[in-house]
T-cell receptor
Framework: GENVEQHPSTLSVQEGDSAVIKCTYSDSASNYFPWYKQELGKRPQLIIDIRSNVGEKKDQRIAVTLNKTAKHFSLHITETQPEDSAVYFCAATVNDYKLSFGAGTTVTVRA | NAGVTQTPKFRVLKTGQSMTLLCAQDMNHEYMYWYRQDPGMGLRLIHYSVGEGTTAKGEVPDGYNVSRLKKQNFLLGLESAAPSQTSVYFC??????????FGEGSRLTVL
C-alpha cells in the first residue's frame, strides 16, 4: 500500500514568517494529495488539495507544490498568524477515497 | 445539517469488554471510514465502506469489526478490548473523490 512520510514533526516559526512542510510518497500511481489541518481538540479539516496533473495550487496564504518525478509534495504557509498553530497532515491516494496519511506536523506560531 | 456525528464522545473500558462506536452522517455520502489517531502516528485507516452493505479492511483492521446496514450509519465494534486500542477514533465520510468530512472524534481508554 501507499506509504507517506512527513517532515518535520514539529515546526516553530515567528509570526509573519513562512512555514514549509514536506511529504514523500511511495506509490507512483498516487494521484490525489490533500492537506488537513487539525486544531487542538478539534476534527481534521481539509485546507487545500492538489491532483497529479497540476504542479502548484494556491489559496490565499497557503500553497501546495507537487513534484511527481521525485514523489514529494509540500505545503507552504506565508505570513503566518497565531491561528495557523495546529497539526497539519498530508495524505496521498491512488483511488481518490482510500487516503494514507502522514504522521503530522505540529506548527507553533510565536507571537 | 449536523454533518458527521459520533457517539459516544468518551468511553472507558476494562480489558476484555466489548463496545460499539456509532457514526451517523446526514450528507447522503456513499463512502464512510473509521480512523484511529495516536500520537506521532497520524491517522490510520481501520475499515471503510464504499456503499450500503459493503465493508473493507484498511491498514489496521485487527481487533475491530464494522457494519454498514444503512447508508447513513457506520458502526465500529470492539469485541474484546485491549489496552493497545486506547486511542482517539474518527469517523469520516465522503462522496467519492475529494474531501473527507470528519466527526468530532471518540476518545477510548482501555484499562
Amino acid at each position: 500500500g501507499e506509504n507517506v512520510e512527513q517532515h518535520p514533526s514539529t515546526l516553530s516559526v515567528q509570526e509573519g514568517d513562512s512555514a514549509v512542510i514536506k511529504c514523500t510518497y511511495s506509490d507512483s500511481a498516487s494521484n490525489y494529495f490533500p492537506w488537513y489541518k487539525q486544531e487542538l481538540g478539534k476534527r481534521p479539516q481539509l485546507i487545500i488539495d492538489i491532483r497529479s496533473n497540476v504542479g502548484e495550487k494556491k489559496d490565499q496564504r497557503i500553497a501546495v507544490t507537487l513534484n511527481k518525478t521525485a514523489k514529494h509534495f509540500s505545503l507552504h504557509i506565508t505570513e503566518t498568524q497565531p491561528e495557523d498553530s495546529a497539526v497539519y497532515f498530508c495524505a496521498a491516494t491512488v483511488n481518490d477515497y482510500k487516503l494514507s496519511f502522514g504522521a503530522g506536523t505540529t506548527v507553533t506560531v510565536r507571537a | 445539517n449536523a454533518g458527521v456525528t459520533q457517539t459516544p464522545k468518551f468511553r472507558v473500558l476494562k480489558t476484555g469488554q466489548s463496545m460499539t462506536l456509532l457514526c451517523a452522517q446526514d450528507m447522503n455520502h456513499e463512502y464512510m471510514y473509521w480512523y484511529r489517531q495516536d500520537p506521532g502516528m497520524g491517522l490510520r485507516l481501520i475499515h471503510y465502506s464504499v456503499g450500503e452493505g459493503t465493508t473493507a479492511k484498511g491498514e489496521v483492521p485487527d481487533g475491530y469489526n464494522v457494519s454498514r446496514l444503512k447508508k447513513q450509519n457506520f458502526l465500529l465494534g470492539l469485541e474484546s478490548a485491549a489496552p493497545s486500542q486506547t486511542s482517539v477514533y474518527f469517523c469520516a465520510s465522503s462522496q467519492g473523490p475529494g474531501e473527507l468530512f470528519f466527526g468530532e472524534g471518540s476518545r477510548l481508554t482501555v484499562l
